[in-house]
Nanobody, 118 residues
Framework: QVQLVESGGGSVQAGESLRLSCTYSVTHFSTTSIAWYRQVPGKERELVARISSIRDDSRPTYSEAVKGRFAIARDNAKKMVFLQMDSLAPEDTGVYYC?????????WGQGTQVTVSS
C-alpha cells in the first residue's frame, strides 16, 4: 500500500525558516518526479517546487514566488523529499502537499499546515 505523509509544518514569524518532509513509499521512487504544492482556502492548489527524477539529474524548479528562498531536495534511499523554506513571508501561509504529478497526479496526502505571521 502506497503511503504519502507530509510533515514539518508549523507557525513561525516572518523571516524564519521551516523544513518540510515528504515520505512517499512508492516503487521506483528515484525515477519519480516529486513536487510540493500549497493551497490556501478559496484558492486553487499551486505548484511551489518540483524535483525531477535521477534520469533528469534531480533538477529542481521553483515558482517565481519562492525562487531564491526555498530549496527542494530528495533522498532516494529513504524515499523522501524535503522543502527547505527560508525567509518565510505571510503569503507563504497554506497547507503544503507533496505529489507525484506525472505518475499519480490524483493521489494526495493530508498535507502539513504552514502559518507565517507578520
Amino acid at each position: 500500500q502506497v503511503q504519502l505523509v507530509e510533515s514539518g509544518g508549523g507557525s513561525v514569524q516572518a523571516g524564519e525558516s521551516l523544513r518540510l518532509s515528504c515520505t512517499y513509499s512508492v516503487t521506483h521512487f528515484s525515477t519519480t518526479s516529486i513536487a510540493w504544492y500549497r493551497q490556501v482556502p478559496g484558492k486553487e492548489r499551486e505548484l511551489v517546487a518540483r524535483i525531477s527524477s535521477i534520469r533528469d539529474d534531480s533538477r529542481p524548479t521553483y515558482s517565481e514566488a519562492v525562487k531564491g528562498r526555498f530549496a527542494i531536495a530528495r533522498d532516494n534511499a529513504k524515499k523522501m523529499v524535503f522543502l527547505q523554506m527560508d525567509s518565510l513571508a505571510p503569503e507563504d501561509t497554506g497547507v503544503y502537499y507533496c505529489n507525484a504529478p506525472f505518475r499519480f497526479p490524483h493521489f494526495w496526502g493530508q498535507g502539513t499546515q504552514v502559518t507565517v505571521s507578520s
